[in-house]
C-alpha cells in the first residue's frame, strides 16, 4: 500500500510569512496526526483529527497554527506568521483505527530565515 | 505534557554486539509504548511496540523489556549490524494507542564494522 505523503519535501522561507503544507493518509486510515520535529528532538504531537473532526490539539499554538481536514481525508497545516523557532520538520502520520500503529510520511522540513 | 525520558543520547556498538536503549515514562496512563527507528531524511518507522500487560517483547533481533512498576522500559538489539545505524526513539500514548505519542529525545546508534 501506498505509505504516507507530503508535500512539499522542503521549504525556505522569511520569518512573519505564512506557509501550508499538505498531508495525504493511507487510504482508509481515519485518524491522523501532525507532528514537529526540532532537530536533535523526538516528534511533539502538535494536532489529532479523527476523520474530519479535531481529537486533540492542546499542543497546538493556536495564535499562528492551523490545520484542517475538511473531507476527512487530505490534511493541511498552515503557520502564520512564522516564527525562527518554527524552524523544524513537519511530520504527518495516519493509523487504521486508533489502536493501530501510526505510518509517518518523511515530513516538510520548513527552514526559516 | 509529561515526559519521556531516554538515554544514552548517542550510542556506538560494535558489529554483533548488543545495543541498549533505555526509557523511563510519568504518565501512568500510558498504555502503549513503541519503538521508532529514523534515518537522515526519513520519518519515524515502527520497530516495535509493547503493551503493558506483558514484560516482553521479541520480534527477529529486537526485544523490549518492559518494568510496569519502575516505569521504565528499554529496546535490546541482538547481534547489531550496519545498517542498525540511524536514530532510536521511544515513545509512549494512552488509549491503547489511539491517542497522540509522547516520544523521547531519541538517541543516535552507531554499528562499527
Known amino acids: 500500500e501506498a505509505g504516507v505523503a507530503q508535500s512539499p519535501r522542503y521549504k525556505i522561507i522569511e520569518k512573519r510569512q505564512s506557509v501550508a503544507f499538505w498531508c495525504n493518509p493511507i487510504s482508509g486510515h481515519a485518524t491522523l496526526y501532525w507532528y514537529q520535529q526540532i532537530l536533535g528532538q523526538g516528534p511533539k504531537l502538535l494536532i489529532q483529527?479523527?476523520?474530519?473532526?479535531?481529537?486533540?490539539d492542546s499542543q497546538l499554538p493556536k495564535d499562528r497554527f492551523s490545520a484542517e481536514r475538511l473531507k476527512g481525508v487530505d490534511s493541511t497545516l498552515k503557520i502564520q506568521p512564522a516564527k525562527l523557532e518554527d524552524s523544524a520538520v513537519y511530520l504527518c502520520a495516519s493509523s487504521s483505527t486508533g489502536t493501530q500503529p501510526q505510518h509517518f510520511g518523511d515530513g516538510t522540513r520548513l527552514s526559516i530565515l | 505534557q509529561q515526559q519521556v525520558k531516554q538515554s544514552p543520547q548517542s550510542l556506538i556498538v560494535q558489529k554483533g554486539g548488543i545495543s541498549i536503549i533505555n526509557c523511563a515514562y510519568e504518565n501512568t496512563a500510558f498504555d502503549y509504548f513503541p519503538w521508532y527507528q529514523q534515518f537522515p531524511g526519513k520519518g519515524p518507522a515502527l520497530l516495535i511496540a509493547?503493551?503493558?500487560?506483558?514484560s516482553e517483547k521479541k520480534e527477529g533481533r529486537f526485544t523490549i523489556s518492559f518494568n510496569k512498576s519502575a516505569k521504565q522500559f528499554s529496546l535490546h538489539i541482538m547481534d547489531s549490524q550496519p545498517g542498525d545505524s540511524a536514530t532510536y526513539f521511544c515513545?509512549?500514548?494512552?488509549?491503547?494507542?489511539?491517542?497522540?505519542?509522547?516520544f523521547g529525545k531519541g538517541t543516535h546508534l552507531i554499528i562499527q564494522p
Open positions: 483529527f479523527q476523520n474530519n473532526g479535531v481529537v486533540d
Open positions: 515513545a509512549g500514548g494512552s488509549g491503547g494507542g489511539a491517542d497522540g505519542l509522547t
Open positions: 509493547i503493551r503493558p500487560d506483558v
